[in-house]
């Protein structure tokens, strides 16, 4: 089970020392109440801002996640944390953990991410896999080019 997975996995890696338990927010961004879904239409996208953190995954003038969310981008700056990278995680844990905050603890659902979702995780984790391995092959940019890629859900972030 995905869900079961990915609340493992953000456990695992402290993101509810920073996000909270339930995606509240703290010293991190908040997750729940649709926040990820805005910041991050395309969960491609929100990959490669848990794998490269704010270091390598925010443009260069600090924003993150999509210029076109109501209030802006993110900034790295507005928060007392600053997102660490999280390399090592395995695409299967990946796909997981992406699953879980974006269903689990912002309240979307299949038809906000028609391949990241549960029955995708469980009919085709190979496609899962390989959209994960093929964002992070894009390395560090704080405008991950998402289009050429199968299972990409929006145009660009």
Do not use: K
């Not at 700056?77 to 844990?93: K, W």
């Not at 391949?115 to 093929?134: G, H, K, R």
Request: aromatic share 6%.
């Amino acid at each position: 089970d995905p869900l079961v997975i990915g609340h493992d996995v953000y456990v695992e890696l402290g993101c509810s020392g920073c996000h909270g338990a339930n995606g509240e927010g703290g010293t991190g961004a908040q997750l729940s109440d649709g926040q990820v879904l805005q910041t991050f239409p395309d969960p491609l996208a929100m990959a490669h801002w848990i794998d490269f953190g704010a270091a390598e995954g925010a443009r260069p003038d600090g924003t993150y996640g999509d210029p076109a969310r109501e209030g802006g981008a993110r900034n790295v700056n507005d928060l007392p944390g600053v997102m660490p990278a999280f390399p090592d995680v395995e695409p299967e844990e990946m796909a997981a953990l992406i699953i879980y905050i974006r269903e689990e603890l912002s309240g979307g659902t299949a038809e906000d991410d028609p391949i990241f979702n549960v029955e995708t995780f469980e009919s085709n984790p190979e496609l899962l896999v390989a959209a994960l391995e093929a964002v992070l092959e894009l390395g560090p940019t704080g405008e991950p080019d998402l289009v050429a890629i199968e299972g990409a859900e929006t145009d660009s972030e």
